[in-house]
C-alpha cells in the first residue's frame, strides 16, 4: 500500500461554491431592463400606470348617482354659491331635490353659515362650472382628480423615500385599489381635497431635507476652511422647499382648518432636522443654533405665507358683503373698542366669523348613526355609509335590490398597514430611520390631534388624510419582506412569493367591495356578505 500523500488538495481547502443569489424573477427583470432607455420606461412607466389605474376606478361612471350624497348636500350646494356670489348663501327647504332635478339656480343671497374655509368649495364649484352645475359628474369631478392626483403624488413620494421604483409604484397600486380612497374620490365633498394639499406639503418638507442640509453643510465647510470654527453654525434664510411647504399646508388648512395640525408638526418636524444635522457636523451648540437661530427663520418662512394663503382664499368674503356675519359689526353694535377700535371692521367682522366657527367644532356632539370614535379608525370598527337606496327588483333578477355607497377601506391593506405602522415605531425606536420618522410624523399630525375629540361627533372618513402614510408604513415593511437581490435564491424566492400572493389577495378583496364603493345594484343577500364585523352593518 502506498504511503505517498493525496496529490488532491484536501476538501478543507476547496473553496465553497457561491451560493445562487435572487431569483430566476429578478435574473428574469435584470435583462429586461439592459438598457438605459428600458429604466427609464420603467421609472416614468410604473407610476404613470399605477396612476391611470386609478383614473379608471374613480371616473367610470363618476356621475352615478344622480344624487346628492351624503354631505353634498353641503358642499356641492355651498361651492355653487360661492362660486357665483364669491360666499355660501341659503336654499330653499326643498332645495336638494330640486338640485337633483337640475333647478340649480334657486340659492338666495342671504349669507349662510359655513363651517368650514372656502378653499374646497372653489375648487369644486371649478367643476361644476366647466361640465354644468345640473350634472353630477361636475360636482365630483374636481375631488375624482384630487384622489388620482394623490395616487401619483404618493407613488412619487414612495420612489425617493425607498429609492426603489418597484415599492413606488406598489404604493401608489395599493391606494389606487384602495375603497376609501377611491370613495373619497367619487363624493363631492372637502376631505380628499385636504389630503392631497396635506400631501404636497408632505412632499415638500421631505425635499427640504436634502436641500437644507445639503447648504447647511457647505456653510460650514467653507467656514472651517476659512479658518473659523463655527460654534451655533448659519441660519439658512434660503429654504424654497419650505415656502412650498406653507403654502401646501395654509392650502390644506383653506379646505379644512385640520391642515393646521400639520403646519404645526411639520413645523416642530424642521426644527427637529435642523437640530440632528447640525450636531453631525459636530457643531457645540447645536441644539440652541437649531432652536435659537434657524428656528425663528423657519417660522418665518413657514407661518406668515401659509396665513396668507389662507386670507388669500377668503377673498369672495371680503369683497362682497352678503357673507355670513361680514357686517356684523356694522349692524349689531358689536364694534371693537379702546385699544382695539383702529381695527377695521372687515377685520373685525372675519375675526367674529373664525370665532363661531371655532365654537361651532369644539361643540359639535350631536349623535349620528356613522359617528366613529378615534380610537377606533386604525381598526376600521365603523365605517361611512354614504349612500343607500333600494332599486326595483328586477334589477338584481327579481330578489330585493340594493344600490351603497360605504366609505370603508379594503380591510386587508387597512389593517395590514395598522399593523405595519406599529412595527414601524418599534424600528424607529431600534433603528432611528429617518424615512420611518418622516412617515410616523405624517400619522402623528393626521391621527393624534383627533385623540382630544373623543367625545366629538367624527367620522372615519376623516382618515383619508392620513391614508397616504399609513400606504407608505405598509410599503416599507413590504420593502424589509422583499429584501434584495442579494438575498439567498431560496429565501428571495419565497419573499416574492409572500408579496405576490399578499398584492394578488388585496385586488380580490378589492374586487369583492368595488360593488358597495361605487354604488353598483347588488342583492340584498350578496350585500349582506361585505359586513365582515357587525358595526360595519
Known amino acids: 500500500m502506498s504511503t505517498e500523500e493525496p496529490t488532491t488538495a484536501p476538501l478543507a481547502d476547496v473553496p465553497p461554491a457561491p451560493v445562487p443569489t435572487g431569483s430566476r424573477l429578478d435574473d428574469w427583470w435584470l435583462r429586461l431592463m439592459a438598457t438605459p432607455a428600458r429604466e427609464r420606461a420603467w421609472r416614468w412607466g410604473g407610476p404613470i400606470a399605477v396612476t391611470l389605474l386609478a383614473a379608471v376606478l374613480r371616473l367610470v361612471n363618476l356621475g352615478h348617482p344622480h344624487s346628492l350624497v351624503f354631505d353634498e348636500t353641503f358642499y356641492v350646494k355651498d361651492a355653487w354659491t360661492t362660486w357665483n356670489l364669491g360666499y355660501e348663501a341659503t336654499w330653499p327647504a326643498d332645495a336638494d331635490t330640486r338640485f337633483n332635478a337640475g333647478e340649480t339656480d334657486i340659492f338666495q343671497t342671504m349669507g349662510s353659515f359655513a363651517v368650514h374655509p372656502p378653499l374646497g368649495k372653489w375648487i ?25 392626483l394623490l395616487v401619483l403624488l404618493t407613488t412619487l413620494i414612495a420612489v425617493k423615500l425607498t429609492r426603489s421604483t418597484l415599492l413606488g409604484v406598489i404604493a401608489g397600486f395599493l391606494l389606487a385599489i384602495d375603497g376609501h380612497a377611491i370613495v373619497m374620490s367619487r363624493v363631492g365633498i372637502l376631505d380628499g381635497l385636504s389630503s392631497l394639499f396635506l400631501l404636497l406639503g408632505f412632499g415638500a418638507v421631505l425635499l427640504d431635507r436634502g436641500w437644507h442640509e445639503r447648504r447647511l453643510g457647505e456653510a460650514v465647510t467653507r467656514a472651517r476652511e476659512a479658518g473659523r470654527e463655527p460654534t451655533w453654525g448659519p441660519a439658512v434664510w434660503w429654504r424654497p422647499w419650505v415656502l412650498a411647504a406653507a403654502v401646501a399646508f395654509g392650502a390644506a388648512s383653506s379646505v379644512k382648518w385640520s391642515g393646521l395640525y400639520f403646519l404645526a408638526a411639520f413645523g416642530v418636524y424642521l426644527v427637529v432636522v435642523d437640530a440632528l444635522a447640525r450636531r453631525r457636523l459636530g457643531l457645540p451648540f447645536w441644539f440652541s443654533s437649531a432652536v435659537l437661530k434657524q428656528g425663528p427663520v423657519t417660522a418665518v418662512l413657514l407661518i406668515p405665507l401659509a396665513v396668507a394663503t389662507y386670507l388669500t382664499t377668503w377673498i369672495g368674503w371680503f369683497a362682497t358683503t352678503g357673507g355670513m356675519y361680514r357686517t356684523w359689526a356694522q349692524t349689531s353694535g358689536g364694534e371693537w373698542t379702546g385699544a382695539l377700535s383702529w381695527v377695521p371692521l372687515a377685520v373685525q367682522n ?24 378615534p380610537l377606533t379608525w386604525l381598526f376600521l370598527i365603523r365605517p361611512t355609509q354614504m349612500y343607500v337606496s333600494q332599486v326595483d327588483d328586477s334589477v338584481c333578477g327579481g330578489t330585493t335590490c340594493y344600490e351603497n355607497i360605504t366609505s370603508i377601506a379594503n380591510p386587508i391593506i387597512w389593517w395590514c398597514a395598522t399593523a405595519a405602522l406599529f412595527y414601524l415605531v418599534y424600528r424607529l425606536v431600534r433603528r432611528r430611520e429617518w424615512q420611518v420618522g418622516l412617515v410616523l410624523m405624517g400619522m402623528v399630525a393626521g391621527y393624534l390631534p383627533w385623540l382630544m375629540y373623543t367625545g366629538r361627533t367624527v367620522f372615519q372618513f376623516y382618515t383619508i388624510a392620513f391614508e397616504p402614510y399609513m400606504i407608505l408604513g405598509l410599503t416599507m415593511v413590504i420593502g424589509l419582506a422583499l429584501g434584495s437581490r442579494a438575498d439567498p435564491r431560496p429565501q428571495r424566492t419565497r419573499a416574492l412569493a409572500v408579496v405576490g400572493a399578499f398584492l394578488v389577495v388585496c385586488v380580490l378583496v378589492s374586487a369583492w367591495f368595488y360593488p358597495v364603493w361605487v354604488g353598483m345594484p347588488v342583492p340584498a343577500w350578496f350585500l349582506s356578505l361585505h359586513y365582515w364585523l357587525p358595526s360595519w352593518r
Do not use: C, K
Open 124 to 148: 369644486i364649484g371649478l367643476g361644476m362650472e366647466l361640465f354644468g352645475p345640473g350634472d353630477s359628474t361636475g360636482w365630483r369631478i374636481s375631488v375624482a382628480v384630487a384622489g388620482i
Open 350 to 373: 372675519f375675526w367674529h366669523l373664525e370665532v363661531a366657527i371655532y365654537q361651532y367644532h369644539v361643540g359639535e356632539n350631536s349623535p349620528h348613526p356613522y359617528q366613529a370614535n
